[in-house]
């Protein structure tokens, strides 16, 4: 595998269910993000994980739960979610974050929730 | 607050036609600006950027050039092919606060017909 990996690729579930996305980068890089696409709306980003640390969680509900594990791994878990939940998660990775040395994101192919 | 507003789709072309597709930005401070783009059923990819006004980045035929004064990004294409259909997405990139701050567009989505 290469790149930035995600699974599932597509993803239905109810308000009540508890579930995980993931996301695997093979780039070798120390950040990792998480954004939402939904339809007609800007990329929102989520979370911004940089050496396995959260440096960054623009006021996202607690019903979504990152979980960084090690530089290679990010994973977001869902429970008891709602049906404005449902939109494409996209995870990105990058070499660094920070004030200088910013490079591109590398984004992976996106989970396509769908909440019921 | 900081963003950036792209021209609403969906375009449609012909092959061969020209394209623009408009981004402009508001923002404190002198931002990065980039274009992505997102193939059907793919994740997004750095398609060209630029980092101080005047610049101008490009790829793949695709360019866009750094306007400080008009505070825009427009990102313009000469002959375009089906293959460029897909959905354009201008961002801008500034320091904030010790981290760095990504934001997106609303996208534009690309059609091009044979």
């Known amino acids: 595998e290469t790149g930035v990996t995600q699974t599932p690729r597509h993803l239905v579930m109810g308000m009540t269910n508890k579930k995980s996305l993931k996301c695997e980068q093979h780039?070798?890089?120390?950040?990792m993000y998480w954004y939402k696409q939904s339809a007609k709306k800007p990329l929102e980003l989520m979370f911004v994980?940089?050496?396995?640390?959260?440096?960054e969680n623009n006021s996202v509900p607690s019903r979504f739960s990152p979980e960084c594990p090690n530089s290679s791994h990010l994973f977001l878990h869902l429970h008891t979610l709602q049906p404005e939940d449902s939109a494409l998660y996209l995870c990105?990775?990058?070499?660094?974050?920070?004030?200088?040395?910013?490079?591109?994101?590398?984004f992976g192919p996106g989970t396509r929730l769908t909440v019921t | 607050g900081d963003s950036v507003t792209q021209m609403e789709g969906p375009v449609t072309l012909s092959e061969e036609a020209f394209l623009t597709i408009n981004c402009t930005y508001t923002?404190?401070?002198?931002?990065?600006l980039f274009w992505y783009v997102q193939y059907p059923g793919e994740g997004l990819q750095l398609l060209l950027k630029?980092?101080?006004?005047?610049d101008k980045g490009s790829n793949k035929g695709f360019e866009a050039t750094y306007r400080k004064e008009t505070t825009s990004f427009h990102l313009e294409k000469g002959s375009v092919q089906v293959s460029d259909s897909a959905v354009y997405f201008c961002?801008?990139?500034?320091?904030?606060?010790?981290?760095?701050?990504?934001?997106f567009g609303k996208g534009t989505k690309l059609t091009v017909n044979p």
């Open positions: 990105a990775s990058s070499q660094e974050v920070g004030s200088t040395g910013w490079d591109e994101q590398y």
């Open positions: 780039l070798g890089h120390n950040a």
């Open positions: 994980y940089s050496l396995e640390e959260r440096v």
């Open positions: 923002a404190t401070g002198y931002p990065s």
């Open positions: 630029a980092t101080k006004a005047d």
């Open positions: 961002a801008l990139r500034f320091p904030q606060g010790g981290s760095e701050k990504l934001v």
